[in-house]
Antibody, heavy 118, light 105 residues
Framework: QVQLKESGPGLVQPSRTLSLTCTVS????????VNWVRQPPGKGLEWIAA???????DYNSTLKSRLSISRDTSRSQVLLKMSSLQTEDTAMYFC????????????WGQGVTVTVSS | EIVLTQSPTTMTTSPGEKVTITCRAS?????MHWYQQKAGASPKPWIY???KLASGVPDRFSGSGSGTSYSLTINNMEAEDAATYYC????????FGGGTKLELK
């Protein structure tokens, strides 16, 4: 079955770089896109970035200068890097699958909590 | 980017009631997706492409709309439907509404 699982450091100091990994199973990264979506505590959802089946990437323009998304198809992993972290980046980070930008996010991971604090 | 405004923000309802959640877009969009999220869990796809129910979603749910106004309706509210619902539009960059928290009396 389709599964996505996020992993990451949990606690990151301000101004440092966050690295998150989404490990997928049950589908191929060369057939589906993977997105990152975050949710600050008690708040709504914000789309961050996507990497599509052809390897093309898209970014939220407000975060673009701090983001990098890539993938390792041999390991079925999607990697997200976010630099210059601030306390406002504290959130639950989810990865979610979609076929294309017009399609909904049809499978989600359980999420990983990221806290930015010194 | 397209801003989605959901109303109401919070709604308290009773089992058996009809519930309608509205999502208004700042500019016309061709379709809307909806997600259900319960506390401590990840969002679940609920309604996609405006009116199609995701797998496992009870048929008391329905979706409709066009242009700048979309809605999610629950006929005959049940206890398990208490959750937060988010709309999401499919134009780049993808944005979500602020959410509607549906509570039971």
């Amino acid at each position: 079955q389709v599964q996505l699982k996020e992993s990451g450091p949990g606690l990151v100091q301000p101004s440092r770089t966050l690295s998150l990994t989404c490990t997928v199973s049950g589908f191929s990264l060369t057939s589906y896109g993977v997105n990152w979506v975050r949710q600050p505590p008690g708040k709504g959802l914000e789309w961050i970035a996507a990497i599509w089946s052809a390897g093309i990437t898209d970014y939220n323009s407000t975060l673009k200068s701090r983001l990098s998304i890539s993938r390792d198809t041999s390991r079925s992993q999607v990697l997200l890097k976010m630099s210059s972290l601030q306390t406002e980046d504290t959130a639950m980070y989810f990865c979610a699958r979609s076929v294309s930008g017009y399609d909904h996010f049809d499978h989600w991971g359980q999420g990983v909590t990221v806290t930015v604090s010194s | 980017e397209i801003v989605l405004t959901q109303s109401p923000t919070t709604m308290t309802t009773s089992p058996g009631e009809k519930v309608t959640i509205t999502c208004r877009a700042s500019t016309s969009v061709n379709n809307m997706h909806w997600y259900q999220q319960k506390a401590g869990a990840s969002p679940k796809p609920w309604i996609y492409e405006t009116s199609k129910l995701a797998s496992g979603v009870p048929d008391r749910f329905s979706g409709s709309g066009s242009g700048t106004s979309y809605s999610l309706t629950i006929n005959n509210m049940e206890a398990e439907d208490a959750a937060t619902y988010y709309c999401q539009q499919w134009n780049f960059p993808w944005t979500f509404g602020g959410g509607t928290k549906l509570e039971l009396k």
